[in-house]
């Protein structure tokens, strides 16, 4: 091991799922005691790439050195020997135990617990003390919030000797407050001489933290660049390959009269917990109403609750002057005959049906509308036909009503969901993360699609954790953070700033960075 | 990434006759070869047994009116699991559900005996539904409201069935004028109909039951592909939150599930104890309820696999008797040896066959698709 | 004295029935606290009373027996995990087969080994575990109470009923004290933070399988080779899913389990007890009740009448890495 060598270096990595080229002949090299960014759309291949450094999937050729000698890595174990750690997107926790059972979980030092957890607890003291990681030991892994999770997640890789930490989307579960803690402790980190490897979508974070990117697009990596000699809108190209227009283009919004009014508006879940408090909003028609957020602050509830699907604790929501709430009404069934379409967070979850074929998905909430019913039958021809309408309008590929929907690319299940929600002519139509998962050619025309129905005169609730949709797409921005609405903005008076911190739960953010400048 | 694989995955369909012809064969096939391997153990030969069975299946007339007659059972019971399947819920519990169906029955002929036989008929049937479609509902509805597993509460639920019918049978309903557990016999004008009664073939339990579980197949695939009900019972079986999203509700198709499916297993009664038993006896069920699973994982949930897998269980049964009759060291429980060893491999082992049959039928479409361009 | 004696003699019959109950449970603990549904107790059970029966009558040890029994379970259990682990099947179907196969296995072989009925020989002498008698108990058998339960209901039972008891306090120590019980709680709760721990989920399941084997084995021995004197068809009636049943009452953990084992033995022990005796109040209670009495107990409390049972995150979920 030469002092010059990189920390990491891959060499020619291939691997292919069936006909799926993940990653075609990947080379990397990152440098010790750097920041390293990685970007790329959804499904450009990074967290293939970053599985297969950590031993969850093997290359189909390639090879990997790590510290200049090549290194076989077969399993997460001989990652793990390598020095590598890695903190995923999904947390990998054991949420029943304590943070000090989920760290030694695999290295326990004999098969005696008592010993293994000892030392631990002692190694742990150091380590927390080295890097800033304060974190209560003893405390159960479920009771702790999202960004202390994280900072476990960390210990863990830290305590099992990791000398190169990757991080895929570490960002997506905080508030930017949060983010720029997780930051300063990258730095700290960099500044002890670990390498980190932070793989995101968000050119932002690049900018602020690395010292170096490197940018992959459809399965290659298309460029390696010092973050000091690049900018947002050349690495945007990078990934995208061609200039992307990051605003969406549209005329100022003309908003009408208001549809839905909420007032008051309070949801408990199951356990008790109370997720919306006390929710005031109004939805016009002819505007869009954006909701920006950190995922997890209510926004889900928000949605499921207008869409019938969770009924409220106490509150009110009026359509048109008529009371929704305590009637027997408010139904999923019944909200989408009175006027509300519904396009979910989650379309493989709760939009589709996967193992359905498209034509079943284009009934899914309106099977017992009489255009879909002869008699005691489901008109099997009419929901061919509609089908293979919507199919047309929205340029669904392959364009086949009898496809699977599993059959279909994240995008073109997307379009399936917006061409049965949309079709449907609501008048008040909810949109949950619009384009998550979705290549940006869907993006333009998901867009495109919207800012038509605002303009068609259509009240439009969009939900994303994407502050950049939101900003773009908006005409009104509603934060939420903890169940309640911290604020709300006109799209002009909206920077990311101060969504920044009211998604934090700063109350008067506004007046605050007003009286800053 | 699971998402780009599907994607990619599903580019090539697989056919029908693979799926539900082939890889089900090729199941049935190794778990004769275990059998056959069974029976070389326990020193037989089991070309022979295979002889024997197919013989005392299908071999003389008065062996298909016995076949059949089992036959009649695994349909009630094999769609009773499936239509649970659809709904994403395993029902253990069609043994119990048919105890209780065959309850309701018995009450039916004991007690209004004096009515004609065309108002006993259709009334058997409804006390057989509800009896049955009743004791599914409690798991359904611990299941729906207050997140029991089912699997758990319908084992519990068939032992508790076993202990009322014991407890009936040896309190209650006991023939005065008898000793062992069995309810008085019903009188002859309750009985079902044979099938010798109409057409001429030997005398054999096959009864009128069979027509009506061919026209409950018919109802079935009727409901499940082509209504609204079935429509939700499937989306809710493939993805609950899918159908809280798009306004069915989850609970009440559980219910509605379970309860078709208890109805479905209780009309055992009617075929077992209407037909031919011609009073309440214990364990009438005979495990029918059982190989109902391996009936429905067979048939893959189909109608019409279902009755195809019903009529293989009714050969085994049949042709079970007759080979225990037959050969001198195998006795009737080699039956239920084969029958484990379907479910093991059409069920639990479904992965280990299917994957490798798909890869080899793409591979040759693929060398044959190529060729062709 | 005489309402002394009789619960004595009602506990002592308690512990009998409680036996086979206990270690099937903490069997059954090991796979479901690892993430796989065993309904195959039963049949595991059952395999393992056979073949304890059938080779202690053929070697005319016990001993023999009981390893036999074990074997049996165990390449059982390989097989559920075969079927569960390494092809993602379904594990209620899984268990099912194993149960049937068994089932009709067992009394076939019986039959063509041993032309007796589907039975086994008859076992006496060393082919059968005999009562023990513990220092002292017939010594103390005269001091009042405390002798009195030393010699009747401590003594005289044969080793396996000890075995029991003594695996509770052992499993509890595996499943809370050592490496193997934070990997087995762990895969069970989520396998994607055992896997990325660089631990193999599969090879974990496995191993936790075969501890389930290794357990169920010894119950099923103790029903053929100790309580009984041979293998009868059927000879487990249930009880493999009592313990299922058991294990849920006592909601995946071995001392909580090992008290609904006791209820359960103890309603079956009062039940031979009261069959036909008129009660005050409720009359004769039909003995079909009683016998329901822990299937109805489990629905209530899986129901959330009794108590909350929070089973293990991913129970029944297989593992399939892409995620």
């Given amino acids: ?517 | 990434m699971a998402e780009e694989q599907v994607k990619f995955g599903a580019t090539l369909k697989i056919p029908g006759w693979v799926s539900y012809a082939l890889i089900p064969f090729v199941n049935l096939l190794a778990a004769l070869l275990i059998s056959g391997i069974v029976i070389l153990i326990i020193g037989d030969n089991p070309l022979e047994a295979l002889k024997v069975l197919i013989y005392g299946a299908f071999g003389y007339p008065e062996a298909i009116g016995y076949t059949l007659y089992y036959t009649t059972n695994f349909i009630f019971t094999g769609l009773a699991v499936a239509i649970a399947f659809h709904c994403g819920l395993f029902n253990i519990g069609a043994e119990g559900q048919a105890a209780l169906g065959g309850i309701g029955v018995s009450l039916v002929c004991l007690y209004f005996d004096n009515l004609p036989i065309w108002i006993i008929i259709p009334l058997a049937m409804i006390a057989a539904a509800i009896f049955g479609a009743a004791w599914a509902y409690i798991p359904a509805y611990l299941q729906a409201k207050r997140g029991s597993h089912i699997v758990i509460t319908t084992i519990m639920f068939n032992f508790i069935a076993a202990s009322i019918l014991t407890y009936l049978l040896v309190d209650i309903l006991i023939d005065p004028n008898g000793q062992s557990p069995e309810s008085r016999p019903f009188i002859e004008t309750t009985w079902l109909p044979y099938f010798h009664d109409f057409i001429a073939m030997p005398n054999t339990p096959l009864n009128i039951s069979f027509i009506y579980a061919l026209v409950l197949s018919a109802g079935f695939y009727f409901l499940v592909w082509h209504t609204r009900w079935g429509y939700e019972i499937r989306v809710v079986g493939q993805n609950e939150a899918a159908a809280r999203y798009s306004g069915i509700s989850p609970s009440k198709n559980i219910i509605i599930a379970m309860m078709i499916s208890g109805g479905l297993a209780g009309f055992v009664g009617i075929n077992e104890l209407q037909g031919v038993q011609h009073r309440l006896i214990l364990d009438f069920t005979g495990g029918y309820g059982f190989v109902g699973i391996a009936v429905a994982l067979m048939g893959r949930n189909h109608p019409i696999g279902i009755f195809l897998a019903a009529l293989l269980f009714g050969a085994l049964y049949q042709g079970g008797s007759e080979l225990a009759f037959e050969m001198r060291s195998i006795n009737k429980e080699m039956v239920i040896v084969i029958q484990g060893l379907i479910i093991l491999f059409s069920g639990a082992l479904e992965h280990m066959f299917r994957p490798k049959i798909e890869a080899a039928y793409r591979r040759f479409a693929r060398v044959q698709t190529m060729g062709a361009s | ?323």
């Fill in chain 1, 1 to 517: 091991m030469s002092e010059q060598s990189p920390a990491l270096e891959l060499r020619r990595i291939n691997k292919s799922f069936g006909p799926v080229h993940a990653n075609k002949n990947i080379s990397l090299s990152v440098d010790r005691g750097s920041i390293h960014g990685i970007v790329g759309e959804n499904g450009a291949g990074k967290s293939t790439l970053m599985s297969i450094v950590y031993g969850f999937y093997q290359a189909d050729s390639g090879d990997i050195y790590v510290n200049g000698q090549i290194c076989p890595i077969e399993n997460p174990q001989s990652s793990i020997e390598a020095g590598i750690g890695m903190v995923h997107q999904h947390f990998m926790l054991v949420d029943t135990f304590t943070v000090l059972e989920n760290i030694i979980l695999g290295v326990e030092n004999g098969y005696r617990l008592a010993g293994g957890l000892a030392s631990a607890r002692k190694e742990l003291v150091r380590l927390e003390q080295e890097y800033a990681l304060e974190v209560n030991v003893d405390a159960i892994v479920g009771d702790l919030p999202v960004g202390l999770r994280q900072r476990v997640e960390i210990l863990k890789a830290l305590y099992r000797g990791a000398e190169i930490l990757i991080l895929d989307e570490p960002t997506g579960v905080l508030t930017p407050q949060e983010a720029d803690h997780l930051f300063r402790i990258l730095d700290t980190l960099r500044d002890q001489g670990k390498t980190v490897i932070l793989i995101t979508h968000k050119l932002r974070e690049i900018m602020a933290i690395t010292d170096s990117v490197s940018v992959m697009r459809r399965g290659e990596m298309v460029a390696h660049v010092k973050t000091s000699e690049t900018s947002q809108p050349a690495l945007a190209e990078l990934m995208v390959g061609r200039s992307v227009l990051l605003q969406v283009e549209k005329k100022l919004a003309n908003p009408k009269d208001t549809l839905v009014s909420i007032r008051n508006l309070n949801y408990e879940d199951t356990d008790g917990v109370p997720r919306l408090k006390d929710i005031n909003l109004d939805l016009k028609a002819g505007e869009i109403l954006g909701i920006a957020g950190v995922s997890g602050n209510g926004q889900s509830e928000l949605l499921e609750v207008l869409g019938g699907i969770l009924t409220p604790k106490s509150g009110s929501i009026r359509f048109e002057g008529q009371e929704l709430v305590d009637s027997k009404a408010f139904t999923a069934r019944n909200l989408r005959k009175i006027g509300f379409g519904h396009v979910p967070e989650d379309r493989q979850r709760s939009g589709l049906v996967l193992s359905f074929s498209a034509n079943e998905c284009t009934i899914l909430g309106y099977h017992d509308e009489p255009e879909y019913n002869r008699g005691l039958c489901l008109d099997r021809k009419a929901m061919v036909e509609t089908c293979r309408n919507y199919i047309k309008k929205y340029d669904v590929r392959p364009p086949d009503p009898y496809l699977k929907v599993s059959g279909f690319s994240g995008g073109n299940q997307q379009k399936l969901v917006l061409a049965r929600e949309m079709e449907q002519n609501p008048d008040v139509l909810l949109v949950g993360q619009p384009t998550r998962g979705v290549d940006i050619g869907a993006i333009e025309f998901i867009h495109k699609q919207l800012i038509m129905m605002r303009d068609a005169g259509k009240a439009i609730l969009v939900v994303s954790v994407e502050i950049d949709e939101v900003m773009s797409l908006a005409d009104r921005i509603a934060v939420m953070f903890d169940g309640g609405i911290v604020g709300e903005l006109s799209a002009a008076e909206a920077t990311e700033t101060k969504l920044g911190l009211m998604m934090a739960g700063v109350k008067d953010a506004q007046s605050e960075t007003k009286a800053a400048i």
């Fill in chain 3, 1 to 323: 004295m005489e309402t002394f004696q009789t619960i004595i003699l009602l506990l002592d019959a308690t512990f009998r029935v409680a036996t086979p109950l206990v270690l099937a449970a903490l069997a059954g603990m090991f796979s479901e606290r690892a993430g796989v549904v065993d309904i195959g107790l039963e049949g595991k059970m059952l395999g393992a009373a056979f073949s304890a029966a059938a080779v202690a009558a053929v070697s005319g040890s016990a001993w023999i027996g009981l390893g036999a029994g074990i074997l049996a379970s165990i390449a059982l259990s390989l097989l559920h995990a075969y079927a569960c682990v390494t092809h993602k099947g379904n594990q209620v179907v899984s268990g099912m087969a194993i149960n049937i196969v068994v089932a009709g296995l067992t009394p076939t072989l019986g039959y063509a080994w041993f032309s007796m009925g589907g039975q086994t020989p008859h076992l006496g002498g060393d082919a059968r575990f005999k009562p023990i008698t513990l220092p002292f108990a017939e010594a103390a058998h005269d001091i009042p109470i405390i002798g009195y339960i030393y010699s009747e209901l401590i003594s005289n039972h044969n080793i396996i009923v000890y075995l029991a008891a003594a695996s509770v306090p052992i499993c509890a120590w595996i499943m809370y004290k050592t490496r193997f019980g934070l990997r087995v709680r762990a895969v069970g709760e989520n396998p994607h933070a055992v896997d990325t721990a660089g631990i193999s989920v599969d090879w974990l399941r496995y191993k936790a399988l075969i501890m389930t084997g290794f357990l169920c084995g010894i119950a099923g021995t103790y029903l053929s080779t100790a309580h009984g004197a041979g293998f009868i068809r059927d000879m487990t009636a249930g009880k493999g899913y009592l313990a299922l049943a058991a294990l849920i009452f006592g909601k995946w953990r071995p001392v909580p389990t090992l008290f609904a084992c006791l209820l359960f033995a103890f309603t079956d022990a009062v039940q031979a007890r009261l069959q036909g005796v008129e009660l005050p109040i409720v009359g004769v209670i039909p003995v079909q009740f009683i016998q329901a009495l822990p299937y109805i107990l489990t629905v209530l409390l899986l129901a959330g009448f009794v108590g909350k049972a929070n089973p293990p995150k991913s129970i029944g979920v297989p593992y399939i890495k892409e995620k």
